[in-house]
């Protein structure tokens, strides 16, 4: 009687189905993080619409009306510094030094506009290194040459290899490597005879999964993080008192709003008073 020979795992395929089953963990935690991010950041988006459209035209009108006091200060300055300056050299010198001013607020204010319609995910971008960058190139050309439509034998097969290197050359145009290694191991369990990765190939690949995934969790409890610490989230988080802190804030802004308005309101008044004051004895000595 024979006794059919069994292989006997090796230690390296232990470790190998060890890496399997801490990747599939590893994209679960990154599956339910990426979940509660995304639901947040539209949670703080509508908050973020609702907070703009509550205060975001009073704040615009604060920064125009601070300003406007700036400047009419600055005329008041001038005059106190040059007492021969007339009136309308006196406006062009202010326009052209509060120019540059008005511009950054319309633009800071144009920012704020955008910001209100949307809360932005922070995001880090991968910078790969050249052993990363080699192996994306070895693997496409690798996957390219085993899976290219023209070496179909049959159009079923064709549209099979289509498929498979669409996914291909979008994993390469994006620099995707964790996306390549993924489809090669696919294939390689879909057809064993198509083998891309060896042994020692497959635990490197594993590793790497592991390593490149465990950066995205970082990445991605960061951004949970960097949200949770923003105003809005704070203004937000308590549903019970979210509305509260909403009229509060309104109620703040319109308080600076009317304190700004009457500082531009006695600014416009100093600045009269002295105008007036420059022609009186000018228009005494034209009666005499």
Do not use: C
């Amino acid at each position: 009687m024979i006794t059919a020979l069994v292989p006997v795992p090796s230690s390296d395929d232990h470790e190998y189905a060890r890496l399997l089953i801490e990747v599939e963990t590893r994209k679960r935690r990154i599956a339910d993080l990426q979940a509660e991010r995304d639901g947040l950041e539209a949670a703080l988006s509508r908050f973020a619409v609702q907070l703009k459209g509550r205060v975001g035209g009073l704040r615009a009108e604060l920064n125009r009306v601070r300003l406007q006091a700036q400047e009419y200060r600055r005329r008041i300055e001038r005059l106190k510094e040059d007492e021969t300056i007339d009136a309308a050299t006196l406006e062009e010198e202010v326009a052209a030094e509060f120019a540059g001013r008005e511009e950054q607020a319309r633009a800071e204010e144009a920012a704020a506009g955008r910001e209100g319609q949307r809360v932005e995910r922070v995001r880090r971008v991968p910078r790969l290194d050249a052993e990363s960058e080699a192996e994306i190139l070895r693997l496409y050309r690798e996957l390219a040459k085993r899976f290219h439509p023209d070496l179909a034998r049959t159009e079923q097969e064709r549209k099979r290899r289509a498929a498979l290197m669409l996914r291909i050359n979008v994993a390469y145009s994006e620099r995707d490597l964790l996306a390549l290694q993924t489809i090669a191991r696919e294939a390689e369990a879909a057809d064993p005879t198509l083998s891309v990765l060896t042994a020692k190939e497959r635990l490197i690949w594993a590793r790497r999964v592991v390593s490149r995934l465990d950066g995205q969790i970082d990445d991605l409890e960061g951004q949970l993080a960097l949200l949770q610490r923003s105003e809005t989230y704070t203004l937000w988080k308590s549903p019970e008192t979210s509305q509260q802190s909403l009229d509060d804030l309104e109620k703040r802004v319109r308080q600076r709003l009317t304190r700004e308005r009457d500082r531009l309101d006695e600014a416009i008044l100093d600045y009269t008073r002295i105008l007036r004051r420059r022609r009186m004895p000018r228009a005494a000595s034209t009666v005499r």
